[in-house]
Structure formats: C-alpha cells, structure tokens
C-alpha cells in the first residue's frame, strides 16, 4: 500500500512538471500555465535550475514525511501497538534529524548565494536603460545612445488591434538588442514601483530618490511582457510592459529612427559645446 501510494505521488509530480513545461509561451503568461514563462536570459535560466532543485528537494521531503506518517499510523495505533514503547529518547535518530537538515541547508545555500551575487550587477555594461515608474505609466531613456526617451502607457483594451494581448499592449515599447549586457537603472518620481519581466528574471523595487540597479542580457528576439509588481495606487494594474527584442543590426536602425521621433527628449548641449559649435560654423 506504501509503495503505490508513493508511485502514485511521484507519477502526479513527475506529470504536473512535464505539463507545466509544455504550457509555455515566449513572453507572455498563458491560461493554466504552471511553470515559469521560457527563460530569455542569463538569470532567468539559473532561477529556473534553482527552482528544479528546490522542486524536488521539496518532494524528496514531503514524500518521506509522507510515508513516515503512514507508517506510524499503520504500525502504532491503538489496535496494532496496545502496549505502546516507553522511550523517550533515541541518540543516533536525534543526531539524524539535526545533521540531515543542515545539510539540506547547506545544499540549498550554495547555489542561491551563488544566484544572488550572480544577478545582482554587471560590472561593464555594453548599454545602459533608465526606467523611471510614474503613476500610471513608465519613462524610459537611453543614455548611450543620445539620452533620447519616451513615455509608455497602457493601450486601451477599445482601442487594441487583433493579436495584442489585453492589459499587456503599450503605445511605445522598449526596444532592447540581444546578445548585448544591458545595464537597467530603476526610480520612480513618486511612490515605490517595481518593473517586473518573468521571462529576464528580473523584477526590482523602483523606489523616489533612489537609483537600483539591475541587468539583463536577452538571449533570443521576440516580444516579453511584465507589469508593475508593487501596489501603487488606483492604476497598479494598469502599468505594462513590452521589451521587444532585435537584433543589433535592427537595434542600430531602431535607435536611428528613434532619436529623430523622439527628439524633443534629447537633452540641450552643454553651453560649452554650444560655444564651440558655434566658433566651428563661423570657421
């Protein structure tokens, strides 16, 4: 009876596993999905692993306490057992029970601190994005590439064309190239907000008058999508996000285009570099 049960316990985890991994999309979350969205960077490939571990470490646990419960019950109760033993205390299962979960511990610990030091920054960048958390909606700007930015707010679910997922579509996306170590620098000019990507493995406190850090490196093309993952008001439902990820060669002509469109948000040179622009055009 112990033994089917356990083979039925393990063939239900081994199924909800497998069908998790078969309900995902690029990006996006989909009904009765159960796993994690497809990673899309570095980070989000060493989460997923640490969550496997953690997975089965968690069952290898549940299914001993499991069985271990039944067996008492079994062996002990009052009709099996009707003298029941009188100790009370047993040296090697209490030295058992103390070593076993440090070890645990430890196997668990390595691998996160390693993760955390892991995500934590990139030391040289190959770009830099600012994202500033507004409410309702996101600023983002690219100092590397002129400092141009824009602001980008929910489409409205009347106004949305066929294909564009409802809460998700923005009227201007980031557009990030892949292949490239992208530093994120995170604020906010009001109250705390948190831009969260599931696909990246990011997701990190936007907080007023404080600059965090993250970063990312995308390793495929394609359209990711994540929201505000703080409670900041009447419109936290309402802030989307949409990275969509090219090439660099399509990123070098995006970023061309893109400082002509939103021009207007570059900032003024400096007065010394006016001066000289100025003493160059009357040379």
């Not at 083979?7 to 990006?27: E, K, M, Y």
């Not at 057992?81 to 076993?100: A, D, G, Q, R």
């Not at 009347?158 to 530093?183: A, F, M, W």
Request: some cysteine; aromatic content about 12%.
């Amino acid at each position: 009876m112990t033994l089917r049960l356990h083979a039925l316990i393990t063939g239900a985890a081994l199924f909800l596993l497998s069908f998790g991994g078969s309900a995902l999309a690029d990006g996006i979350a989909t009904p009765w999905q159960m796993n994690f969205q497809e990673a899309a960077s570095p980070v989000m490939e060493r989460i997923e692993d640490f969550h496997n571990l953690l997975f089965w470490i968690i069952t290898a646990i549940t299914l001993f306490v499991l069985v271990l419960l039944i067996y008492v019950i079994v062996k002990f109760n009052e009709k099996a057992n009707p003298v029941p033993s009188k100790t009370t205390h047993n040296t090697f299962i209490e030295v058992v029970w103390t070593v076993v979960p440090i070890i645990i511990l430890v196997v668990i610990a390595v691998p996160s601190f390693k993760l955390l030091f892991y995500q934590d920054k990139y030391e040289n960048p190959d770009m830099t994005l600012k994202v500033v958390g507004h409410q309702w909606y996101w600023s983002y700007s690219y100092p590397d590439q002129g400092g141009f930015g824009f602001d980008s707010q929910i489409v409205q679910e009347e106004d949305l064309k066929p294909g564009q997922p409802r809460l998700l579509t923005v009227d201007n996306s980031v557009v990030l190239p892949i292949d490239t170590n992208i530093r994120v620098l995170q604020t906010a000019d009001d109250v705390i907000h948190n831009w969260a990507m599931p696909a990246f493995g990011m997701k990190l406190d936007a907080v007023p008058g404080r600059t965090n850090e993250n970063w990312v490196r995308i390793t495929k093309t394609g359209d990711y999508y994540g929201q505000c993952s703080e409670l900041c008001g009447v419109g936290h439902a309402y802030m989307p996000i949409h990275v969509k990820a090219v090439t660099k060669e399509e990123f070098a002509a995006w970023v061309a285009t893109a400082k002509a469109k939103y021009a207007d948000s570059m900032p003024a040179p400096a007065a010394e570099e006016a001066q000289v622009k100025v003493a160059q055009a009357k040379n």
